[in-house]
């Protein structure tokens, strides 16, 4: 059915396609420039103001100072160990949890799933954390402090308890007939029936690990161990390139450093744009779940 | 209470390999969010990492009076909700006008492609979207060149305690924007196309079409979403404060939380002083919250729990 437009709702319409296409480009335009000053030429770059709308000198030598660099390159390494070890534990324990507490057979079920829905609104703060981790447990500068605390999610706890929940208890109990035990029934059954949402959870908590660096200011110290977001922020944020523009001349250094913040943060973000596109509906789905009030 | 323990002893039996299957989880929020509960004791006592937790003496509230008479207790408290004040005030209401124009964009393609450019900031990390406001706010950086541009003056923006505020919330809601917009988008895709029809048979205009049918579709979400917000108010994301201030900017940048982190772990190791500093802002929070949903509860039915 369609009605004839007035006036007043066609200047609305474009009004409103005019705000949009000023949203995209605010949203694009700072990571266009990054871009494009991560390619200028760094002196040509220190010279220049204002907006960039294309490279200006096109030179590609902050990208091998970025790429060659030391703590880059050990910084990828110990996040990759971060997010494909912390992210499968993280997995392990969320299903087994999710899966006990979607079993209405398990008496404990509501005061545990009470307990732990607590903690998402009262925590015994920082300090206290913080001494348990480094003091008690012992797990300071080892990668294991950025990972055991995290292990299991409350907020993706209860999406995917959620989800359990919606599989069908005659199936279930179809495959218990059978002789099938807890652990069966699970991996075999709720499990691959819940593919959709565990992906969803990958990827909440993969990116998590990959985006996280305030634990790793807490607990670790040895420069060998720092997660990529570590390193990132001494180049971004504390300034310091000096590591990667030691060659340089004193005057060139400046310029050189400026180039090269771009060019790390175009390295440090360009995997996560690059599977974005792929990403970007499970991340929908994700938050439309948890969108659903039980 | 016997009689209680029986029937679980009796459950456990029939069901033993669920029990041990949800033990590691258990045992997890036990030692990693209930130890660190029973760890903040130590706000009521001297604590010393040699005498340990039982070892320390006990000196009441001694900590809390500390803090409250201390110089900073108004700085912190004042910063604390202004800053979560400003995204309340300007970053809830953002996601929720955008998901409004975008629900009346005509052209299904162009919304899509506005929605797809929206998210990208989100994943984008903190370091490095907080990296480049840093790099964009210097004095010869991004902003300024615009600043200049229109007539300004350049200046290092955020060396100056009056523009942090602007800074941390106008950069949240670049980041965050599109995002947020994702479960109100499922709210109103939730609404039913029959009282739009039933409505336009009826002459309503656009507008009182948004006003009567799309606004109160999203209301509950609104208000659960509100009620959130306000429970974690004095928990503004500091670990963007920390990125973004420095020395310069206390006056409006320093918040509890990092004011927490200053003194207990980074600069020194008040741990004490600042377990009280972290339990009174964690108090606040869940009275807040409480309070929230009581209010909406009493004015509008819904709540959270």
């Not at chain 1, 030429?41 to 100072?65: C, E, I, Q, T, V």
């Not at chain 1, 990759?80 to 006990?100: D, H, P, S």
């Not at chain 1, 959620?162 to 005659?170: D, H, L, R």
């Not at chain 2, 201390?70 to 955008?98: D, E, H």
Request: glycine share 6%; hydrophobic share 50%; aromatic share 12%.
């Amino acid at each position: 059915m369609t009605i004839k437009r007035t006036i007043g709702e066609k200047l609305f319409d474009s009004l409103n396609v005019l705000l949009m296409v000023l949203l995209i480009i605010i949203t694009l335009y700072p990571l266009w420039h990054v871009l494009n000053a991560s390619l200028s030429d760094s002196n040509r770059l220190m010279a220049h103001s204002g907006l960039l709308l294309l490279p200006d000198g096109f030179n590609l030598d902050s990208y091998k100072l970025v790429l060659s660099n030391p703590s880059i390159l050990s910084g990828y390494r110990n996040t990759l160990v971060i997010v494909v070890l912390g992210t499968a534990l993280n997995l392990l324990f969320t299903i087994l949890g999710a899966y006990t507490l979607s079993r209405k057979s398990f008496m404990l079920r509501n005061p545990i799933m009470l307990a732990i829905v607590f903690t998402m609104f009262f925590n015994g703060g920082i300090i206290p954390t913080y001494l348990l981790i480094n003091n008690t447990l012992h797990l300071g500068n080892n990668l294991l402090a950025l990972i055991v605390p995290g292990l299991v999610s409350s907020y993706n706890l209860i999406i995917m308890r959620t989800a359990f929940q919606g599989i069908s208890e005659s199936l279930l109990e179809s495959a218990r007939i059978d002789g099938a035990g807890e652990m069966r029934i699970l991996w075999r059954i709720v499990v691959p029936l819940s593919m959709p949402v565990i992906a969803v959870m990958i990827l909440f908590y993969g990116v998590g690990h990959w985006n996280s660096w305030f634990s790793a200011i807490l607990y670790i110290r040895d420069r060998d161990l720092y997660p990529l977001q570590l390193v990132l922020r001494e180049i971004l944020i504390q300034n310091s390139t000096d590591s990667m523009t030691t060659s340089a001349a004193m005057g060139d250094k400046e310029a050189i450093g400026e180039s090269v913040k771009y060019a790390t943060v175009i390295v440090a973000t360009l995997p996560i744009l690059f599977i974005y596109p792929f990403l970007q509906k499970y991340f929908v789905k994700g938050v439309m779940i948890g969108a659903i009030k039980e | 209470m016997t009689r209680k323990l029986s029937l679980v002893w009796l459950n456990y039996k029939q069901n033993k390999v669920i029990y041990w299957m949800a033990l590691p989880v258990v045992l997890y929020f036990l030692v990693f969010k209930y130890l660190p509960m029973y760890g903040a004791v130590i706000a009521f006592k001297e604590y010393t990492v040699g005498k340990g937790i039982w070892g320390s003496e006990w000196v009441g509230l001694q900590h809390f009076q500390d803090f409250f008479q201390s110089y900073y207790f108004w700085r912190v408290l004042k910063n604390t909700l202004i800053l979560s004040f400003y995204q309340l005030l300007f970053g809830f209401p953002a996601p929720i006008l955008l998901a409004l124009l975008l629900n009346e964009l005509r052209h299904e393609m162009f919304k899509r492609t506005v929605q797809t450019v929206s998210y990208i900031p989100h994943f984008i990390s903190l370091v490095v979207i907080c990296g480049m406001v840093v790099d964009f706010s210097s004095r010869d950086g991004l902003f300024n060149s615009i600043i200049t541009f229109f007539g300004g003056e350049s200046s290092a923006l955020l060396s100056e305690p009056g523009n942090f505020r602007t800074i941390y919330t106008a950069s949240s809601i670049w980041q965050e924007l599109g995002f947020s917009t994702i479960i109100y988008l499922a709210a109103l895709s939730g609404i039913n196309p029959e009282l739009y029809d039933a409505s336009m048979v009826d002459g309503a205009s656009r507008l009182r079409r948004v006003w009567h049918i799309t606004l109160p579709g999203i209301i509950p979400m609104i208000v659960i979403l509100l009620i959130l917000r306000i429970g974690g108010l004095m928990e503004i994301g500091f670990e963007k404060v920390i990125l973004l201030y420095n020395p310069n900017v206390y006056d409006t940048a320093d918040v509890i939380s990092t004011f927490v982190y200053r003194k207990g772990i980074s600069e020194s190791a008040e741990f004490s002083y600042t377990t009280a500093v972290g339990l009174f802002q964690s108090l606040v929070n869940f009275i807040l919250l409480i309070g929230a949903n009581r209010l909406s509860k009493a004015v509008s039915d819904n709540k959270l729990f």
